[in-house]
């Protein structure tokens, strides 16, 4: 499975941004997929996770209420919908594929990462 991350950018603070996650290969968005982020100097940090079926969908106490995670099956992406953002929400966002745990070490499917900088 291969991921492409795609749609960050430069937002200032109480903004919207979407980012974008497609995935190509052999078994495609069938995995579930989570979202991370790293900001500089820190580890990996848990954004959220969407199940395969988008029937269950859960996010870190940081995000809850802000972001939302989607997957449009057809277009084998999926979606952080990030609202309310904040100077804080600034770092390198990434997703994964093949778990639905908050364990970064636990996924085998990476994308490159695209950058978010929330300005004050």
């Known amino acids: 499975v291969q991921l492409q991350a795609s749609g960050g950018g430069l937002v200032q603070t109480g903004g919207s941004l979407r980012v974008s996650c497609a995935a190509s290969?052999?078994?495609?968005?069938?995995?579930?997929t989570s979202w991370f982020r790293q900001a500089p100097g820190k580890d990996r940090e848990f954004v959220g996770a969407?199940?395969?079926?988008?029937?269950?969908?859960y996010y870190s106490d940081a995000v809850k209420g802000r972001f939302t995670i989607s997957r449009d099956a057809a277009k084998n992406t999926v979606y952080l919908q990030m609202n309310s953002l904040k100077p804080e929400d600034t770092a390198v966002y990434y997703c994964?594929?093949?778990?639905?745990?908050?364990?970064?070490?636990?996924?085998?499917?990476w994308g490159q990462g695209t950058q978010v900088t929330v300005s004050s």
């Open positions: 994964a594929a093949g778990s639905y745990s908050p364990i970064a070490s636990q996924y085998e499917y």
């Open positions: 290969g052999r078994t495609g968005i069938t995995y579930s």
């Open positions: 969407i199940n395969w079926t988008a029937s269950k969908i």
